[in-house]
């Protein structure tokens, strides 16, 4: 892979940079005095999205982009890096319309909507004047294998009649969220292919009998966007919101997958970089016992660890991205598992040794550490936990094994 950028792309970057450091991070205080006042969506982002767009930043995720639509056409290798610039302040992505889950929504709306749905979902959300979810995980299963999912979608005549419960839906508390996709079983045959036995369907919102339970806190810290728990009861939408065909919901799940976690593995590697500058920082101007703790020889191995670890981790993030770019979401499913195993693994390593440094602060949210290292942890179970991600590393290992039996015989030392 060449890893040397267009000269556009590190245009961009430096644009991106420049306008996080004027416009963004600026924000940032009052963005939290107004979420803890109860003011969402706070009065800052809306200002900051209009200037986003007049930057051209707008839209950078979606390589798939037609002239006609908003935004810049960026391949996955190329927004990478735009992405980690982004992370480093978890609320700025909105501002750039390239905020989770609505990413996700659009990449499966550009592939597989029709031009009715594309009219009504697509285009508003790429304009960014609404915002959407993803109904996949449910509270009664264990959804990290989807073929548990018990949620149903039954056709009645003209209508999809949708019964479940799903939880950690991001986005469903937002004021300006108008849509989800959920995904549920269409196909209750038990000898159907329990892989083609689900469908992906639009819900607006609200609709009869869609309720928002409760909005679940993540390691004691609650979204004011939501990260809830929906109850869908003899929910009704018409045929025509079914998306792409039925039977082939996790085809499209995985469609989605692939560069979302591209995007979440580059934003959390942004977070990382900015906890080893305040670890550094922190290290330098702090004394105990008569030294700075930059002269201690632990933190000087914390800070070389975290830097030789975050530089592992983005070469494997890219070369994910540049596989997805060269030979599609299916040659590079092996590479997501990795790069999603890593990075969320990486930023609890990380954020732990920043806490570390700063002491009790760290603890506190004086600093962005403590949400951050929740954040990590959560990471853990978003989009998959590590153990169905090590588990899809091994069987390629394994498979590999089988396919050349013996191979490693002649390495072997005999009597």
Request: net charge negative.
């Amino acid at each position: 892979m060449d890893f040397q950028y267009p000269q556009n792309v590190r245009i961009m970057q430096d644009t991106l940079r420049d306008f996080m450091q004027r416009h963004v991070l600026p924000a940032n205080a009052e963005w939290h005095r107004q979420v803890e006042r109860g003011t969402y969506p706070t009065e800052v982002i809306a200002p900051l999205k209009v200037l986003a767009k007049q930057t051209g930043l707008w839209n950078l995720f979606l390589p798939g982009l037609r002239e006609d639509e908003p935004g810049t056409r960026l391949t996955n290798l190329e927004y990478a890096p735009l992405a980690e610039i982004m992370g480093r302040i978890p609320w700025a992505p909105e501002v750039f319309n390239c905020n989770a889950p609505d990413t996700g929504n659009m990449e499966l709306l550009h592939m597989f909507a029709t031009a009715g749905q594309a009219d009504r979902w697509l285009k508003p959300l790429l304009d960014g004047d609404i915002r959407s979810c993803f109904a996949m995980t449910e509270p009664d299963v264990a959804s990290s294998d989807a073929t548990n999912i018990r949620t149903t979608i039954r056709r009645e005549g003209d209508e999809y009649v949708i019964n479940g419960r799903k939880w950690f839906v991001t986005g469903a508390e937002h004021p300006d969220c108008k849509f989800i996709i959920v995904l549920g079983k269409s196909d209750e045959r038990p000898e159907a292919d329990p892989h083609k036995r689900h469908s992906m369907v639009i819900v607006p919102f609200p609709t009869p009998g869609l309720e928002v339970v409760r909005n679940v806190p993540i390691m004691h810290h609650v979204s004011p966007e939501g990260h809830c728990e929906l109850l869908l009861k003899d929910v009704r939408v018409p045929v025509t919101n079914l998306l792409g065909e039925e039977g082939a919901g996790f085809a499209l799940a995985q469609a989605r997958l692939g560069p979302g976690r591209v995007h979440h593995c580059m934003r959390t590697l942004g977070q990382c970089e900015l906890a080893l500058e305040m670890m550094c920082a922190r290290a330098i101007e702090r004394r105990a016992f008569g030294k700075h703790l930059s002269e201690f020889a632990n933190v000087q191995d914390w800070i070389a660890y975290s830097r030789v670890e975050i530089d592992q981790a983005r070469l494997l993030v890219l070369r994910a991205a540049w596989v997805l770019d060269q030979q599609g979401n299916q040659a590079a499913r092996v590479d997501v598992s990795a790069i999603k195993l890593v990075a969320a693994q990486l930023q609890t390593r990380v954020l732990d040794r920043a806490i570390q440094v700063f002491g009790a602060m760290g603890l506190t949210p004086d600093t962005p550490l403590s949400f951050l290292w929740t954040w990590g942890r959560a990471l853990r179970f978003l989009d998959g936990p590590d153990e169905v991600h090590l588990r899809t590393i091994a069987r390629e290992e394994l498979a590999k094994a089988k396919a050349s039996p013996g191979s490693t015989a002649a390495y072997c030392m005999t009597a």
